[in-house]
């Protein structure tokens, strides 16, 4: 098929790509900054993504799409008043182009990433945060696309990721950055439990949702999560993260800082899973690889 994926760019997309293409699929790119994607991927048909929605248009009406992976975001777990215009153009603006260019370009199949914040203590909606509420308003804009112009739409509402090389400023990295650092890592009281799931594992999940949307009624969306075999809480996690590398423990200052306001607790595990995925890593193997990567790394 000919897949284009936006928010090329990012931790997971760089995961995805390359089964795409291993499956077989042709790739086209959508993101902000062409010049900083893989250069093995510099003839890949790519757009710029620079808030016109014009770009997106070009790469849809040239390469013609059969799936669109829906990726791109912009992600604040807690807002301020200036991060607004950012959500609103990263989230909602870039998802109304990109719908209304897949509909001129007769691309009518989209798998897009939602998440299980937009399930605040396991309603079907209540957003935990301004991110997870832009998350719900492109859902529903999508409605217009699925009556007007018979859209299949393929949800995937994702919990946390990890994995190698990951570059962003999430728990397992800072974790990893209080093991040499002089002080330690100030959390809070670490009850929360969550669904830590490998990027290798949710690539493989979008791949196989890539198969599935395109057998979708047409008009129609479904909702799938792609969660661990079991959520573990915060503490938990830290002494998986320790037990991976015993020599070389995490250094945490437990309950030096308050819960957020909207902290989640329970995650969110009303939907069914993605039908024919389940995660191939387990967390206690997948940190032993992460530590491994890191310590070569060095």
């Not at 959508?30 to 929605?53: C, K, Q, V």
């Not at 999940?205 to 949307?213: D, E, I, P, R, T």
């Not at 590398?245 to 819960?259: I, K, Q, T």
Request: hydrophobic share 45%.
């Amino acid at each position: 098929m000919r897949i284009l994926v936006t928010g090329a760019n990012g931790y997971l997309a760089r995961r995805l790509i390359p089964a795409l293409l291993k499956a077989g699929h042709l790739v086209a790119c959508l993101t902000r900054d062409p010049s900083a994607l893989p250069e093995t991927w510099t003839n890949f048909p790519t757009g710029i993504a620079d808030g016109s929605g014009q770009g997106i248009r070009s790469l849809c009406t040239s390469f013609k799409p059969d799936v669109v992976v829906h990726l791109a975001a912009d992600y604040k777990a807690e807002h301020r008043f200036d991060d607004i215009a950012g959500l609103v153009n990263g989230n909602i603006l870039l998802s109304t182009h990109l719908m209304e260019a897949m509909h001129e370009a007769g691309c009518h199949s989209l798998v897009w990433a939602g998440t299980a914040w937009q399930h605040y203590e396991g309603a079907d909606y209540r957003p935990v945060n301004l991110y997870a509420a832009m998350k719900q308003a492109v859902s529903t804009l999508a409605e217009y696309y699925l009556d007007a112009a018979g859209m299949r739409l393929l949800e995937l509402h994702l919990y946390d990721s990890y994995g190698e090389d990951d570059p962003r400023q999430r728990l397992l990295n800072l974790l990893q950055a209080s093991v040499c650092s002089e002080k330690a890592l100030a959390l809070s009281a670490g009850e929360q439990r969550l669904h830590l799931v490998h990027v290798d594992d949710l690539a493989q999940g979008f791949l196989l949702a890539c198969s599935q949307v395109t057998k979708q009624p047409a008009g129609t969306r479904r909702i799938f999560r792609l969660p661990s075999a079991a959520a573990v809480t915060i503490r938990e996690l830290v002494a998986l993260f320790d037990a991976a590398n015993p020599a070389l423990p995490a250094r945490v200052n437990w309950s030096a800082r308050p819960y957020r306001q909207r902290e989640v607790f329970t995650p969110w595990e009303s939907a069914e899973t993605l039908p024919g995925w389940q995660p191939s890593i387990d967390l206690a193997s997948g940190l032993r690889r992460l530590r491994l990567h890191q310590a070569e790394s060095r």
